[in-house]
């Protein structure tokens, strides 16, 4: 089946070989917390002393901002309450300083209001998640630092992309083999889907 993302598909994985997996949200409202699960919107989880629901991101009038009681800093500054967030922006959520979680915003491309967010403190992702896209209509995928997702080495670019509540997957070069069968160079997603390319591969998976 294709992924719908008119239904209640909130966000995917794409294990990357040679890269790592990336969390593809694919909602206006995520929230970011520890790795109990909650219900409503979706989660990133972080192995870390957080709260269950500890701040919030929001796509809102072309812009994302972030709301939380307390516990956040932006670059160092704690400023509680809601704030917008812009390229380069690190937010610093935790209990404690003494180990407080470091999270990067950035907005690689500036022909894409797709975003991501990389710790980079000691921390890390729960559930084997190296990294997270904030999706808006496009993910690029390839060598370079204007793509979403940087795969050094790949001699073409991957991208990902809504039409009509659906995702679909084009690339730039080749032929895109789905599920182990030659397809076209652009294909539908559904769960589970295997893509591959020329020299890259990946799986994806709805969560």
Not at 92 to 118: D, K, Y
Not at 156 to 175: A, N
Request: charged content about 20%; hydrophobic content about 35%; glycine content about 8%.
């Amino acid at each position: 089946m294709p992924m719908n993302l008119s239904q209640p598909v909130s966000a995917c994985k794409l294990w990357i070989d040679g890269v790592g997996c990336w969390m593809l949200c694919l909602e206006d409202r995520i929230t970011i917390g520890n790795p109990i699960p909650v219900a409503g919107a979706p989660k990133i989880s972080v192995v870390a002393d957080l709260r269950t629901e500890h701040a919030t991101i929001e796509f809102n009038d072309s812009s994302y901002w972030l709301t939380d009681d307390k516990s956040v800093a932006f670059e160092g500054d704690e400023n509680s309450g809601r704030r917008s967030l812009s390229h380069g922006t690190m937010i610093s959520v935790g209990q404690s300083l003494e180990n407080e979680v470091q999270i990067r915003f950035e907005q690689p491309s500036s022909l894409s209001l797709t975003s991501t967010l990389q710790i980079e403190s000691g921390h890390r992702f729960a559930d084997g998640v190296d990294g997270v896209v904030l999706f808006r209509k496009t993910c690029l995928l390839g060598a370079g630092k204007q793509k979403h997702i940087q795969c050094g080495g790949w001699s073409e670019d991957v991208i990902f992309f809504e039409r009509d509540s659906q995702l679909f997957c084009k690339s730039t070069e080749s032929l895109i083999t789905l599920d182990g069968v030659p397809s076209e160079r652009i294909v539908k997603i559904h769960n589970g889907a295997h893509l591959a390319g020329e020299d890259w591969s990946m799986r994806v998976e709805a969560t």
